[in-house]
T-cell receptor
Framework: DSGVTQTPKHLITATGQRVTLRCSPR?????VYWYQQSLDQGLQFLIQ???????AKGNILERFSAQQFPDLHSELNLSSLELGDSALYFC??????????????FGPGTRLTVL | GDSVTQMEGPVTLSEEAFLTINCTYT??????LFWYVQYPGEGLQLLLK?????DKGSNKGFEATYRKETTSFHLEKGSVQVSDSAVYFC?????????????FGAGTQVVVTP
């Protein structure tokens, strides 16, 4: 158990809908990352927050947004969903140290299916 | 930009065989390197890491050495078990970004048969 929790575990919805994925980081971690895992794209970095502020953006669509709250949990909002958004969405957390040595610990993921 | 290339799978082995999964990287700076493992139906677990050249990461019988001269971080295990069947991901912390986002390889599926 990494200490990172994600809810829900599975989500099935229809095209055009909006969903919210939730992540709680490990105790003491200030940084939260979101990744998308799909068969065709592999694991792709979406966005990172540190202590409530956005720090880095990756291949995140404009239909997707995220935020980190004062209690450090984070939510990823996906709207106007398309079939191609079906994927496994991972949250990871780390202490948030600057540089490249920080270690990210991953949650179990939320499997999104868009029908 | 920074990138990771790892050998394609699936890699099929018999129990107690030697496992090697090749991983090479391209980076403009000095990344940290990681191996993560994903068991069926589960999330990613950190297997091992190395933060500088010649560092050796090890865990659960797995080892990988950060080789700057060959830009490689190959994963090895001397004697695999059926329980090692999983997908293994090599990753680096992107050096053009000081906040540590990870760039992953495509993953290598390992199947160990009794």
């Amino acid at each position: 158990d990494s200490g990172v929790t994600q809810t829900p575990k599975h989500l099935i919805t229809a095209t055009g809908q909006r969903v919210t994925l939730r992540c709680s980081p490990r105790s003491g971690d200030l940084s939260v990352y979101w990744y998308q895992q799909s068969l065709d794209q592999g694991l792709q970095f979406l966005i990172q927050y540190y202590n409530g502020e956005e720090r880095a953006k990756g291949n995140i669509l404009e239909r997707f947004s995220a935020q980190q709250f004062p209690d450090l949990h984070s939510e990823l909002n996906l709207s106007s969903l398309e079939l191609g958004d079906s994927a496994l969405y991972f949250c990871a957390s780390s202490r948030g140290d600057r540089g490249t040595t920080d270690t990210q610990y991953f949650g179990p993921g939320t499997r999104l299916t868009v029908l | 930009g920074d990138s990771v290339t790892q050998m394609e799978g699936p890699v099929t082995l018999s129990e107690e065989a030697f496992l090697t999964i090749n991983c090479t990287y391209t980076a403009t700076g000095y990344p940290s390197l990681f191996w993560y493992v994903q068991y069926p139906g589960e999330g990613l677990q950190l297997l091992l890491k190395a933060t500088k050249a010649d560092d050796k990461g090890s865990n659960k019988g797995f080892e990988a050495t950060y080789r700057k001269e060959t830009t490689s971080f190959h994963l090895e295990k001397g004697s695999v078990q059926v329980s090692d069947s999983a997908v293994y991901f090599c990753a680096l912390s992107v050096t053009t970004d000081s906040w540590g986002k990870l760039q992953f390889g495509a993953g290598t599926q390992v199947v160990v048969t009794p």
